[in-house]
């Protein structure tokens, strides 16, 4: 593997300085890669519009076709920072407009691609912001292959559509897992319940395994509830928490099947979590997969 800078003459970014990842990664056979620590991209999802594609300019790699907006990512950047600045500086997409959903990772040894799947939260048009896009549509999903499309999106986007398909929901029997573990959570239930929301939290935005959700891809970001009860009603807000926090009003179990029964009717894939026998038979009956505290406490141990 070799790294070659841009070629004299070709066009650079009009704002600042180019920055040290923009340059090519020439593997031996000589295929060449844009981006000496790796690139990504995003595919924004609007549930009316479709997925946001760019045609990319002529003199662009592979110039003409059309893909996602994307670009190299920056030195220590990650790989969804990278997907969100770059899709901002080719496509105009506003901060905060989409929410992950999934990433898929291309990875060459030599040289990543990460795709970063989202959901359009906030409506947007797309904007041409800079000098790499023809133009950029929203194209329905059974009319993408009808494009001319980059090679790279083009064999990744059979797996990218089927993972369209599957909307990952955990719900969370907060009183069971904090009972799980005997840290003196007896002591102090809302505490004990407000340290769990906060590394569930933190979960929702690292993303959880793929593999970890029976789901393909490389990481995933569900939609994570977590329901108390009793005592632990008492925990404290977090202001910009990811994680929904449902205070039962009475038995917890009734609260978590009706989440779960809710969330499945919504067309998710719904994981509740529980070591209650009860309850997981429940949730099975709302159309739930059921997994024990201890699947939840390993991933948040890993996270």
Do not use: C
């Amino acid at each position: 593997m070799t790294i070659q800078p841009p070629l004299p003459g070709e066009p650079r970014r009009p704002h600042g300085p180019r920055d040290p990842g923009d340059a090519w990664v020439i593997a031996e056979t000589g295929e060449r890669y844009w981006g000496r620590f790796g690139a990504a991209g995003l595919l924004a999802v609007d549930a009316g519009r479709g997925i946001l594609l760019q045609h990319r300019v002529a003199w662009s790699h592979f110039g003409g076709t059309w893909g996602l907006p994307g670009g190299a990512r920056h030195e220590g950047e990650s790989a969804i920072d990278g997907a969100l600045r770059e899709s901002g500086e080719e496509a105009g997409v506003p901060e905060g407009a989409v929410a992950p959903r999934f990433t898929h990772l291309l990875d060459l040894g030599i040289w990543t691609y990460t795709t970063l799947i989202a959901d359009a939260v906030t409506p947007f048009e797309p904007v041409i912001s800079d000098p790499e896009s023809v133009a950029l549509e929203w194209v329905a999903l059974d009319e993408v292959d009808d494009r001319p499309l980059h090679p790279g999106f083009a064999a990744a986007w059979p797996s990218l559509k089927a993972g369209l398909s599957h909307r990952p929901a955990i719900v969370v029997d907060g009183a069971n897992v904090v009972g799980s573990v005997p840290d003196g959570w007896w002591r102090d239930r809302a505490g004990a319940a407000g340290r769990l929301r906060d590394r569930l939290d933190a979960l929702a935005s690292a993303g959880v395994r793929g593999a970890d959700l029976g789901l393909p891809h490389e990481r995933w970001f569900p939609e994570t509830t977590l329901v108390v009860e009793g005592k632990a009603r008492g925990l404290d807000d977090a202001a910009g928490a990811l994680v929904r926090t449902v205070r039962a009003p009475g038995e917890g179990d009734d609260t978590i099947a009706a989440e779960a029964l809710r969330l499945a009717g919504g067309g998710y894939d719904v994981t509740v979590v529980t070591s209650d026998r009860a309850l997981a038979a429940r949730a099975q009956d709302a159309g739930a997969h059921v997994r024990g505290a201890g699947w939840l406490l390993g991933i948040l141990d890993r996270a």
